[in-house]
């Protein structure tokens, strides 16, 4: 009976000795799951930051292309219109300008002697992150008259709402 009764703690002693072992074995486990997991999340952050930072950057330079573009393309064709007094063809290149991304509000002032008038398309309540006015000059030699002013707004909003 007493023979049993050592071979019974003994085996008690071996049960309790792997089940320490296999509690130091799933800490460690358990650790390094966390690690893994937490390093994860944390990359993931990362790299999603990044991504939008950088599709941020390349919206607000098509912004600045655009309003760009508008002086490069559109600037003499609006000074030739207000020139000639041709408000169909001011408005539709104002029409035309305004479908460029971002590009929320465009309006033409003129000045006439003492007489103003402007001619304008979008929204000018829009949110203006940037606003541009250019000089309206009429070149004929040996003279240079100012007919007026563009001014062009741009906005952020579409971007941020494309980042959300």
Known sequence: MFSHLGQIIRLYYSIDMDNRRQTRQNRLSYKLLIIIIVNSILLTILSTSFQLFLSYK???NTVHE????????YLSAIVFSVYNLNDVQLKNLLKGALKLQYIEYLEVRQSYGTKEESTSVGNPETQRDIVKTYPLTYIKQPQQNVLGYLIAVASFKK?????W
Do not use: A, H, T
Request: aromatic content about 12%.
């Open 66 to 73: 655009n309003v760009q573009f508008i002086e490069d393309s």
């Open 159 to 163: 971007i941020y709402e494309k980042l």
């Open 58 to 60: 390349e919206q607000v």
